[in-house]
């Protein structure tokens, strides 16, 4: 490990530990996050002092569990009035960096000069994982374009969801967006397309010549790896977690409330179409960003 990668390391683990272990005091946000996460501080501290990178690399897991829902947390900010528990939004964006500086220091040090490769695409496997995962999103965009422009889906009409989006809190962007029939998460569905599709094309390692003033130059790594991660650290869990929740709901071994539907079977109907778009976007997502991070990682030139 190198000195910088190191000190980030111990900062997070330091600063992270104190404050989610004040939180568990406290009771400020989920007890379960606020203390798995002050747990993956403490081993990540441990594996630095005693230097095995095998602690490290479990903070790391530890704390891309705890990195659960940043994405909605940051999807609240944009088109809601805020997050639904604030500490809990802080203890999530610590979270994520813990899955990134432990997992820093636990890389051996390189040493010699290093060159990029060359811009080459993801084998076919990983190919079509992206397309299965780009599929899986085209019943959730159906049905959330017919509500937006006034159908009905699920027994609810477009009025009556633009009415809950009021009722919910909406931000104006995302009412605004609704009234011009369309839809936020869709939008949001189309960029993460369009980011899996960059993690596996060479056009996503130099940029292409629709860039204009940016055509041919090298794509920083980490501009698509760094969203690639808060996705993969969100839709993966969120999107199994839902359908497991989901297969126990429609056996009846729990039960589901309607909410803002006409009536439970509605409301599993939508859930079981959402949940499906993320449990196929986020492990593609994660077989995309492998490959990529795989694909693009410097060599150590030779003599």
């Known amino acids: 490990m190198t000195l910088t990668s190191a000190a980030a390391c111990g900062f997070w683990a330091a600063g992270t530990g104190f404050l989610a272990l004040g939180a568990g005091l406290l009771g400020a946000g989920p007890p379960l996050l606020a203390w798995g996460l002050a747990g993956a501080a403490a081993v990540a501290g441990v594996g630095l002092a005693t230097r095995r990178r095998a602690l490290l690399w479990v903070a790391c897991g530890l704390s891309a569990a705890a990195g659960f829902s940043l994405l909605m947390d940051v999807v609240g900010l944009l088109f809601v009035q805020g997050v639904d528990d604030p500490a809990a939004a802080v203890l999530h964006g610590l979270g994520l960096l813990g899955a990134v500086l432990p997992a820093g220091?636990?890389?051996?040090?390189?040493?010699?000069?290093?060159?990029?490769?060359?811009?080459a695409a993801a084998s076919r496997r990983v190919h079509l994982a992206a397309y299965g995962g780009a599929l899986a999103f085209v019943p959730y965009a159906v049905m959330k374009l017919t509500w937006a422009l006034g159908g009905t889906f699920a027994g609810t009409g477009g009025a009556e969801m633009l009415a809950a989006y009021e009722r919910n809190g909406a931000s104006r962007l995302w009412l605004t967006l609704a009234r011009w029939g369309l839809d936020a998460t869709v939008l949001l569905a189309a960029l993460g397309v369009f980011l899996l599709f960059?993690?596996?094309?060479?056009?996503?390692?130099?940029?292409?010549?629709?860039?204009?003033?940016?055509?041919?130059?090298?794509?920083?790594?980490?501009?698509?790896?760094?969203?690639?991660?808060?996705?993969?650290?969100?839709?993966?869990?969120?999107?199994?977690?839902?359908?497991?929740?989901?297969?126990?709901?429609?056996?009846?071994?729990?039960?589901?409330?309607?909410?803002?539907?006409?009536?439970?079977?509605?409301?599993?109907?939508?859930?079981?179409?959402?949940?499906?778009?993320?449990a196929g976007y986020g492990p593609a997502l994660l077989v995309a960003a492998r490959s990529y991070w795989l694909r693009t990682r410097p060599v150590t030139a030779g003599p």
């Open 105 to 119: 220091a636990a890389r051996p040090r390189r040493t010699g000069p290093v060159v990029a490769r060359a811009p």
């Open 198 to 278: 960059g993690l596996v094309r060479p056009w996503g390692q130099v940029f292409p010549r629709w860039t204009l003033r940016l055509r041919g130059r090298r794509v920083p790594r980490r501009l698509p790896l760094g969203p690639a991660l808060i996705g993969v650290g969100t839709l993966v869990q969120y999107g199994l977690f839902g359908v497991g929740h989901l297969m126990l709901a429609s056996s009846g071994a729990v039960r589901v409330r309607a909410g803002d539907f006409h009536s439970t079977a509605d409301a599993v109907l939508v859930g079981w179409i959402g949940f499906s778009a993320f």
